[in-house]
């Protein structure tokens, strides 16, 4: 197939477990783009985050975030999809009222609150045995403003990460957002992530395919999540990474190795029918 654009997700795509990208991953990209073959990110990750492993990566296409909620192209928002107000708010009481805590990601960066002030999986001991996905994560948390306390009002949130205690709290927070207009794009775990209903990266993917005037026919996308699916749906050819979940798996048209057998990059040398793989 003619390629003309690369959509990657980042974690457990091109970032292995240890926040690192393989030298390979980022060659096979560099060599699709000498081809002129447009390389874009998708990420769930806020644009600070994504824009420091943009670089990173050497990407050069509209680049989305927050799961399709916000995506630029250059210094142009090409999408702005925040959550309803009132929604937002009622999500952030009941977590609270379950005794969990919530983060509020907005274009700027985030607000923190809850009577839980830190997610289930941020341990100290993780920081130790992941010290560069730490440092990583730190630097591009900084780029960002950010507050405690609760206080959005009058502010776009874009996305929502809430946990709870395990049990009966988590269960009746999962019951509470079925019922609400929202859409939850994370797979079951200790954080679940909100955004608006109809936000997807494969709605953002085709906005950025509009704006590029590529053909879906002519799109790669890359993907392990529940959040990819979508995007790994509307590409002409998607590729499901080794150990991805279900419904990635269920709307790719491929699959390749997993991240740490830098599958990525044996997928684009293949597409690119290049047989000497540095």
């Not at 240890?18 to 644009?47: C, D, E, F």
């Not at 507050?147 to 009002?153: L, V």
């Not at 053909?215 to 392990?224: L, M």
Request: hydrophobic letters at 40%; glycine letters at 12%.
């Amino acid at each position: 197939m003619e390629v003309r654009l690369i959509a990657v997700d980042l974690d457990g795509t091109v970032l292995r477990a240890n926040g690192a990208i393989s030298r390979r991953t980022r060659r096979a990209l560099a060599a699709a783009r000498r081809r002129g073959i447009v390389v874009s990110v998708a990420t769930g990750r806020s644009p600070a985050g994504a824009q420091l492993y943009e670089r990173l990566l050497g990407a050069n296409g509209p680049l989305i975030c927050l799961d399709g909620a916000l995506v630029f192209a250059g210094g142009a928002v090409l999408l702005d999809r925040p959550m309803d107000p009132s929604s937002v708010r009622e999500v952030a009481r009941i977590t609270e009222q379950l005794g969990g805590g919530w983060v509020a990601l907005t274009k700027r960066g985030r607000v923190h609150g809850g009577p839980s002030r830190r997610p289930p999986q941020a341990r100290f001991g993780r920081v130790l045995r992941q010290p560069l996905t730490s440092y990583r994560f730190w630097r591009s948390i900084r780029l960002e403003d950010a507050r405690w306390g609760g206080d959005i009002s009058g502010e776009a949130v874009h996305k929502l990460l809430l946990w709870t205690p395990p049990g009966p709290a988590r269960q009746n927070l999962d019951q509470a957002l079925r019922a609400m207009p929202l859409h939850v794009p994370s797979s079951p775990g200790s954080t679940v992530e909100v955004v608006a209903p109809g936000v997807s990266k494969g709605v953002a993917l085709a906005l950025v395919a509009e704006h590029l005037h590529i053909p879906r026919e002519q799109i790669v996308a890359f993907g392990d999540g529940r959040n990819d699916a979508e995007m790994l749906s509307y590409a002409g050819r998607g590729v499901a990474m080794g150990g991805a979940a279900p419904e990635a798996l269920a709307a790719a048209d491929a699959s390749t190795d997993g991240v740490q057998h830098d599958g990525l990059a044996r997928e684009v040398y293949r597409l690119l029918g290049v047989r000497h793989r540095p």
